[in-house]
């Protein structure tokens, strides 16, 4: 139903658009060139008009209405049923009762959720309805003001500009709005998790063992949130993705730049750049169909138990994921070297090699440092190949045949098919997704500031 | 007093051997370098070749499926003529099982048999009949998929010569199959469930076509939210904010927006559009919503590329005839811009197809056996789909895995070609 209101909407604007039109003609046919717009402009306010109001009405509406109708819903259940009762215990109800009202039935309901469940059906098919009435009539409304407001000197033009800056400025606004989403979620819970597990034993704790009792009943660990582990698997995991990603990557840079000829660079380079459109999904398959497995039989070979997830293979795959980053920010370092540095060294004489790591390679060093800090970021925060390759416990290791853990890791399997926003161990992922967030959020601004700063000393 | 005080270097003898020996050494040091290079971008294309091939060498075989040709006889009492989709299919199928080895009577060994044929297979029959209810009554020969150890045996992934034990499949099994094969009942045909089924436990009958759809509505989603958004943000920030300490901010802010790890924005939806806006979980228009907003940074730096590439001479020309402002932007400078818009706005939503951890945090990696009917149905994508086989222990799924995979990166590859050719097609060069 929503979707067919949206399209009357959209009818309803084209209609606006065309009464607004032919209103500004007939201005035109009686007036001539006094008219202030062209008509089409008077079609576009009354269709902006129209349109607009309607929409984000709409929209507000969906977001809010299950919200509310929930919170009516618990208030009017019998207070025999909500009296001293938890907040877990308050969305039991609710789930119960909206599975009742979608015929979801398991066992016989009692009668106050049955009843709850009927008001629940009712109230929605009357939001429904009544989101659609006050939507229409709105829209209603708000094309007899613009007609009632179109004139031959009204400026038409003028109104419908005020209209497209206040879209363009919104739009902007919401790509600030989400870094503050993020923020403003991510400390929201993690807070909350902080007053549950004390912060220091959250930092310097030595042992993560997130798996609690749900239930009273159940048989699990205490949970133990001390995330060392999980931060120094992390960068063992992300160090080893840069051992094998910065020399490839930089030599291959510098061999594009220096050596090769335009055509071999025109092949090779976007073949690098396929590697770094492949998903992660795809990369983390590899490391356990492959990679692993080659790498486990290597170990075997020269009689080393290497643990089935270890994080080398993780950590290798990892660089070949930023191997393209690497190369392609360094070819931007190198290029941005003006050509007069190259030719006068070589008039000393220097050879090409000569050239380039005694001139280029300091010249573009910002860049390249730049570049393998945005690299450094991605694998902290990657996700995918991890999830699949590294290992599920946090040990405390800096031993790259060991299976390690990260941070995304943990954030995935304690989220994943588990949705209470009150225990621990949910609450534990904001937490290190706030650090997550952080600590690449950083590494991003000193990365591009390095690499900004770098490039206007040469334009 | 005029003494002269400069030195002349001592003459150096470029053809002395110590000399020659430097050139020596710092020619070699020159070769070692360009040869470093050149052995670098070996390693990373030839990586790039062994996650290639090592997905086609798994992938190839799950394009073609192993099909047994079974005569079914539907019987009537099995099936009543007035209601075929109630009818007890099962018992069809367990009757047309024994009569494919008319001379096997030992009842272990008919337990065996009737394995060869796919679990799904009663299915499979029944909406055959509900298609065709005249044929109730009659006996008729259908190709019924097999199920996955034979489907493996057949594609020679499981070794006949391993001992007994060390294998998924009898020796009795095998004998079966062979006898099967002899009577030139197995075939191989293309495998359209592939693309045609939804996901499934069992490997033979587990296809894509759920993950295509949920796929293809999150993006649809994604799309209409990031595209104007972008596309509105980038012009007011391009063309009429001022240069101030807030836009700048809003620069930086974009900028780092785009390098935002993704499990962030998986961790933001779960957060608020799920829990405080109570959005349905794992539904394709939640899994949109994030997609669009991690692609409208890229959206937005693309976008102000693109407007920054038209020429100043196409605004002053503009401007000079009396176009306002906007009239400038919307007539002018848009319509030029346009092609750059799509070519990054192709690229910004060929990452969000692929982007997969996002999508599991909201709960896009349902179990689900059909294909979702809209954006707030529960679904999967292409790349949570490749996560959940990926994770399955069937041995089936392994080749399972591989085939969506190169599906994902068909759909991929298809999008950047499409994106190359756009730009090629509308280049400009002013």
Redesign the interface.
């Known amino acids: 139903m929503t979707g067919y209101l949206f399209l009357a909407i959209l009818a309803l604007s084209l209609v606006a658009f065309y009464v607004g039109r032919s209103t500004a003609n007939r201005f035109v046919a009686a007036h001539g060139a006094e008219v202030h717009s062209r008509p089409l402009y008077h079609g576009a306010f009354a269709a902006v008009w129209v349109g607009l109001p309607a929409l984000i009405l709409v929209v507000l509406w969906l977001?809010?209405q299950?919200?509310v109708i929930?919170r009516l819903i618990l208030a009017s259940l019998p207070s025999s049923l909500t009296e001293g009762a938890s907040t877990s215990q308050l969305s039991l109800y609710l789930s119960e009762i909206k599975n009742v009202a979608s015929g979801r039935i398991f066992s016989e309901p009692s009668p106050e959720i049955r009843a709850a469940a009927e008001r629940y059906q009712r109230w929605h098919a009357i939001a429904g309805w009544a989101m659609v009435v006050v939507a229409l009539s709105v829209s209603t409304i708000a094309l007899y003001l613009a007609r009632v407001r179109m004139a031959p000197k009204f400026r038409a033009?003028q109104n419908f500009?005020r209209a497209?800056?206040i879209?363009?400025?919104?739009?902007?606004v919401?790509?600030?709005l989400?870094?503050i989403?993020?923020i403003v979620?991510?400390t929201?819970?993690a807070l909350q998790f902080f007053m549950l597990v004390p912060p220091q034993e959250f930092f310097f704790g030595l042992n993560w063992e997130p798996q609690i009792a749900i239930r009273e009943d159940q048989v699990a660990g205490t949970g133990a949130f001390g995330a060392v582990p999980v931060f120094t698997g992390t960068l063992l995991i992300a160090a080893i993705a840069l051992i094998v990603a910065v020399?490839?990557?930089l030599?291959?840079a510098?061999?594009?730049v220096?050596?090769a000829s335009e055509r071999f660079r025109g092949i090779?380079k976007p073949?690098?750049e396929?590697?770094a459109?492949?998903?992660?999904?795809?990369?983390?398959?590899?490391a356990?169909?492959?990679v692993a497995p080659a790498i486990r039989e290597a170990g075997s070979l020269i009689g080393l138990s290497i643990s089935p997830n270890s994080a080398l293979a993780a950590g290798g795959v990892m660089g070949?994921m930023i191997?393209?980053f690497i190369?392609s920010l360094s070819d931007d370092a190198l290029r941005a070297v003006p050509q007069s540095m190259r030719d006068g060294s070589f008039a000393l004489g220097a050879?090409?090699?000569?050239t380039?790591?005694r001139v280029l390679l300091p010249a573009a060093l910002p860049g390249i440092v730049g570049g393998v800090l945005?690299a450094a970021?991605?694998a902290?925060?990657?996700?995918?190949i991890v999830?699949?390759a590294a290992g599920l416990t946090a040990t405390l290791t800096a031993n790259p045949l060991d299976g390690v853990t990260t941070v995304?890791v943990q954030?995935?399997t304690l989220?994943?098919?588990d949705?209470s926003?009150d225990n621990p161990k949910t609450l534990s992922?904001?937490a290190l997704?706030l650090v997550?967030?952080v600590s690449?959020?950083c590494l991003?601004?000193l990365a591009?500031r390095i690499v900004r700063r770098y490039r206007e000393k040469y334009e | 007093m005029s003494e002269n005080t400069l030195t002349t270097p001592k003459p150096f003898d470029w053809s002395s051997p110590e000399a020659a020996a430097i050139r020596k050494r710092?020619?070699a040091?020159?070769r070692?370098?360009?040869l470093?290079?050149?052995?670098?971008?070996i390693?990373?294309?030839g990586?790039?070749g062994?996650?290639i091939a090592?997905?086609i060498i798994?992938g190839h075989t799950a394009f073609v499926q192993t099909h047994i040709a079974v005569e079914f006889t539907v019987d009537p009492e099995n099936v009543p003529a007035d209601d075929p989709a109630s009818g007890n299919f099962r018992a069809v199928v367990a009757d047309a099982a024994q009569k494919l080895f008319p001379d096997v009577d030992d009842a272990a060994e008919q337990r065996v048999a009737s394995r060869i044929l796919s679990n799904g297979t009663p299915n499979i029959l029944r909406d055959y009949v509900v298609a065709n209810p005249e044929i109730i009554g009659q006996t008729i020969t259908l190709k019924v998929p097999a199920s996955d150890p034979f489907d493996q045996l057949n594609k020679g992934v499981i070794d006949r010569d391993l001992p007994e034990d060390r294998r998924r499949v009898s020796d009795t099994e095998i004998a079966l199959f062979e006898t099967l094969e002899e009577r030139g009942l197995v075939t191989t045909p293309f495998n359209w469930g592939l693309f045609l089924n939804a996901d499934s436990r069992f490997p033979e009958l587990a296809g894509l076509a759920g993950a295509i759809t949920g796929s293809f509505y999150a993006l649809l989603v994604c799309f209409v939210i990031s595209f104007?958004?972008?596309i509105?943000?980038a012009?007011?920030?391009e063309e009429?904010?001022p240069r101030n300490r807030w836009t700048d901010l809003?620069e930086?802010?974009?900028?780092?927006?785009a390098?935002?790890?993704?499990?962030?924005?998986g961790?933001?939806g779960?957060?608020?559009f799920?829990?405080?806006?109570?959005?349905p979980?794992s539904a394709p228009l939640v899994g949109g919503l994030v997609l669009a907003?991690m692609t409208?940074?890229t959206m937005?730096i693309v976008t102000r590329a693109a407007l920054k590439s038209i020429p100043p001479s196409i605004r002053e020309a503009a401007l000079g005839v009396g176009a306002?402002k906007?009239e400038v932007i919307l007539h002018h400078v848009l319509p030029l811009a346009v092609p750059g818009i799509l070519t990054g706005t192709i690229i910004g939503l060929?990452?969000a197809?692929?982007?997969?951890?996002p999508l599991?945090?909201i709960?896009m990696?349902a179990f689900l056996t059909s294909p979702p009917g809209g954006i707030m149905d529960p679904a999967t994508a292409l790349?949570?789909q490749?996560?959940i086989w990926?994770d399955s222990p069937e041995r089936g799924f392994?080749s399972r895995?591989?085939a969506a995979?190169l599906v994902?990166?068909g759909f991929?590859i298809f999008m950047?070609a499409f994106a190359i050719y756009l730009r090629q097609r509308f280049e400009r060069r002013w």
């Open positions: 977001l809010s299950d919200g929930d033009r500009e497209l800056d879209i363009m400025i919104t739009s902007a919401v790509a600030i989400v870094t989403g993020i979620s991510l929201y819970e020399p490839i990557g030599l291959s510098l061999y594009l220096e050596f090779v073949i690098l396929i590697l459109g492949v998903p992660t999904v795809v990369y983390g398959f590899f356990i169909l492959t070949i191997l393209p190369s050879t090409r090699a000569e380039i790591t945005l970021s991605r902290i925060g990657e996700t995918m999830v699949m995304t954030i995935v989220l994943i098919g949705t926003f992922a904001f997704g997550l967030f690449t959020l991003n601004v591009l | 710092r020619y040091a020159d070692r370098l360009r470093y290079g050149l052995a670098s971008i390693t990373a294309i990586l790039l062994i996650l090592s997905l798994t104007p958004l972008g509105a943000a012009i007011y920030l009429f904010a809003v930086v802010n974009i900028n780092n927006l390098a935002v790890p993704s499990i962030v924005f961790l933001l779960l957060a608020v799920i829990q405080i806006f109570g959005l979980r907003l409208l940074p937005i306002s906007h060929a990452q197809l692929g982007e997969t951890a599991l945090l709960g990696n790349p949570t490749i996560f990926a392994v895995t591989s995979i994902l990166l991929l950047n």
